[in-house]
């Protein structure tokens, strides 16, 4: 089916043949018609499935079709994402869709840590479309540089972490400045049962799509389990660098401190490696992934911070040098390759110590992989257990790991809420992705 047959105009449509894009993926085969429509939709599609465009290119054409009839430079659609260098990806996105309309629609992307002004500057005479993270936009609120009453199209991408505690605050009084009649879209790979209800609270008679798993749209990620020993890991890493002769490689890591000592371990091997995590300058988080997208970096050792929706064109192999807590983020890990039809390597190293907390994410999963074992690297410390277990010292699978930030804003929020539960850790995704209702509206591909 080609794009012009899901009611995408001919200036659009050009943007995607430049970008070689033959036909749509299946999740914006649904959701563009359904965004077109008007409706409110929820999706599940795989990572690196193309939901950005499912988006963004109905969002380009609503601004087309209303021309004339809705002001210019008057906020139509605001994108909400949780990291900085996603809205960065996001807006580029849009950017890059709709560089061909005949009044260019004017796109604003805001994210923080970086200065304010040029946002300022920026929002000045409004904006078509903003694409933020939700700390800056309010920031941008309070200096009346921005108005959300007018926007018609909310989209909410990698929805189910928009939804964590840490966000809900701020989600909520965005949500408040709000019109209460507008349409919303919620995108993700995952969504653990614990978002389910704050979904439906959001969603009005949703268009459901899920992107099921399938030969075809499963992206080409060949997952192994490597057993070593803790102390190992690096010089391990550095073996299968150089055997796999792998251009690039993504490592993640549990912590910021061990991010650096990991890649200055690396550079010390003679390997062009770099450290990103959330207390770098935006300056230096910026520089650390440009790099790596170009290949000046070979290895880039991160926390999660990289795990939710980065797009990294060829990006051969994904390493879990330590496990993710949470289930969620195994899933939006390794989906930092394979992505757009290439294929993918994703090691995940299993250590004595994290290798009950695997068999957790495994379980999850509904499969268990074949462990290996490396020639001189096999380990010494692994027994395997009589049933899965929670870590010592992790806090299980359940306790994924709060930011210094997502602890103040939940410290905020319950300041807030005194009243309200105690922290929803962001529980284990089910296998199957379970609707809570139906709706006519509802497919599945
Ligand atoms: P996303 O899931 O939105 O991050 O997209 C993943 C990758 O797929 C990006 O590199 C997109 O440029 C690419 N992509 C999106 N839609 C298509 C399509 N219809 N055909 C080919 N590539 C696509």
Same mark, same amino acid.
């Given at each position: ?7 995408? *105009? ?19 085969? %649904? ?8 409706? !409110?939709?929820? &999706? ?12 963004? $290119? =109905? ?12 002001? +210019?430079? @008057? ?7 949780? @990291? ?51 700390? +800056? ?20 991408? /990698? ?8 966000? &809900? ?53 060949? /997952? ?14 550095? #073996? ?15 912590? #910021?401190? &061990? @991010? ?20 770098? *300058? ?8 440009? !790099? ?21 064109? *060829?990006?051969? %192999? ?18 930092? @390759? ?23 994410? /495994? ?14 690297? /096999? =380990? ?22 709060? *930011?210094?930030?997502?602890? $103040? ?18 529980? =284990? ?17």
């Amino acid at each position: 089916m080609p794009f012009s047959a899901l009611g995408l *105009s001919a200036p659009l449509v050009r943007a995607l043949d430049e970008s070689h894009y033959a036909h749509p993926t299946p999740v914006q085969a %649904a959701a563009i018609p359904a965004v077109l429509r008007g409706d !409110d939709v929820w &999706a599940r599609a795989q990572t690196g499935s193309g939901k950005t465009a499912a988006f963004a $290119l =109905p969002i380009l054409q609503h601004r087309l079709d209303t021309r004339g009839r809705v002001d +210019r430079r @008057t906020l139509q659609a605001l994108v909400l994402v949780p @990291t900085r260098e996603l809205a960065a990806q996001v807006g580029a996105a849009f950017v890059h869709y709709g560089r061909h309309l005949p009044e260019p629609a004017k796109i604003i992307t805001a994210f923080g840590g970086v200065s304010i002004n040029p946002q300022l500057m920026a929002l000045r005479g409004g904006a078509d479309v903003v694409v933020a993270t939700p700390g +800056r936009l309010l920031d941008l609120v309070d200096h009346n540089a921005i108005r959300l009453g007018t926007v018609a199209t909310l989209v909410l991408d /990698e929805a189910d972490r928009l939804f964590e505690l840490g966000f &809900a605050d701020e989600l909520g009084r965005i949500l408040a400045l709000l019109p209460v009649r507008r349409q919303n879209l919620l995108f993700s790979a995952t969504y653990p049962a614990a978002v389910e209800s704050l979904a439906n609270q959001l969603l009005h008679e949703p268009t459901l799509i899920e992107v099921a798993d399938s030969a075809a749209t499963t992206p080409d990620i060949l /997952e192994r389990a490597i057993e070593v020993d803790v102390p190992r890991r690096t010089q391990l890493l550095i #073996k299968l660098v150089a055997d796999n002769a792998w251009s690039r490689v993504l490592v993640f890591v549990a912590t #910021k401190y &061990a @991010t650096e000592h990991v890649s200055e371990k690396l550079r010390r091997a003679g390997l062009n490696a770099g450290a990103l995590h959330g207390e770098l *300058s935006q300056g230096a988080r910026t520089k650390a992934l440009a !790099d790596f997208k170009t290949g000046d970096l070979q290895v880039l050792v991160a926390t999660d911070l990289a795990a939710r929706g980065l797009d990294i064109a *060829s990006l051969p %192999a994904v390493v879990n040098f330590d496990l993710p807590r949470a289930v969620a983020d195994y899933t939006h890990r390794i989906g930092r @390759t394979g992505r757009a039809g290439e294929s993918g390597v994703a090691l995940s190293f299993i250590t004595a110590e994290s290798h009950a907390h695997f068999l957790l994410i /495994e379980k999850r999963h509904g499969r268990i992989l074949a462990r290996e074992q490396i020639e001189g690297f /096999e =380990p010494e410390l692994i027994e395997v257990p009589a049933s899965p277990a929670t870590p010592p010292g992790t806090g299980g699978v359940k306790g994924k790991r709060k *930011s210094k930030k997502d602890k $103040l804003r939940e410290a905020a929020a319950r300041a807030a809420h005194p009243s309200s539960a105690p922290e929803p850790a962001e529980e =284990p995704v089910p296998n199957t992705f379970r609707w809570h209702r139906s709706s006519p509206g509802r497919r599945r591909l």
